[in-house]
């Protein structure tokens, strides 16, 4: 075999272990793109999970409070209709006074 013919072989040999090594590396930051993902999918997941039921549970408060807010509205309706009229006149004052 010539010289030139055995550089050439001995080139095509070492650019052939490149590339598969460079395909090795590929694979492995695939696969570990593919992990963090995966991994950042569940944990996006799990938080809108959580906000979901933060989410639920502010709205039984608020309803629970709404439906306390009316038994005593009902239970006391004159006290209601002056708790309110004073609370209008206090803030009408301080909106006036600006």
Same mark, same amino acid.
Not at 6 to 22: I, P
Not at 83 to 89: C, P
């Given at each position: 075999?010539?010289?030139?013919? =055995? &550089? &050439?072989?001995?080139?095509?040999?070492?650019?052939?272990?490149?590339?598969?090594?460079? =395909? #090795?590396?590929?694979?492995?930051? /695939?696969?570990?793109?593919?992990?963090?993902?995966?991994?950042?999918?569940?944990?996006?997941? /799990?938080?809108?999970?959580?906000?979901? #039921?933060?989410?639920?549970?502010? $709205?039984? =408060?608020? =309803?629970?409070?709404? #439906?306390?807010?009316? /038994? &005593?509205?009902?239970?006391?309706?004159?006290?209601?209709?002056?708790?309110?009229?004073?609370?209008?006149?206090?803030? $009408?004052?301080?909106?006036?006074? /600006?």
């Amino acid at each position: 075999m010539p010289v030139n013919e =055995q &550089t &050439t072989s001995r080139q095509d040999d070492r650019l052939k272990e490149g590339v598969a090594q460079l =395909q #090795d590396e590929f694979d492995e930051v /695939r696969e570990g793109a593919a992990e963090m993902a995966e991994a950042a999918r569940k944990r996006v997941q /799990r938080e809108a999970e959580h906000v979901a #039921d933060l989410a639920k549970a502010g $709205g039984e =408060q608020a =309803q629970e409070l709404g #439906d306390s807010l009316m /038994r &005593t509205v009902r239970t006391h309706p004159t006290a209601s209709i002056l708790v309110s009229l004073g609370v209008g006149v206090i803030i $009408g004052r301080l909106v006036a006074s /600006r």
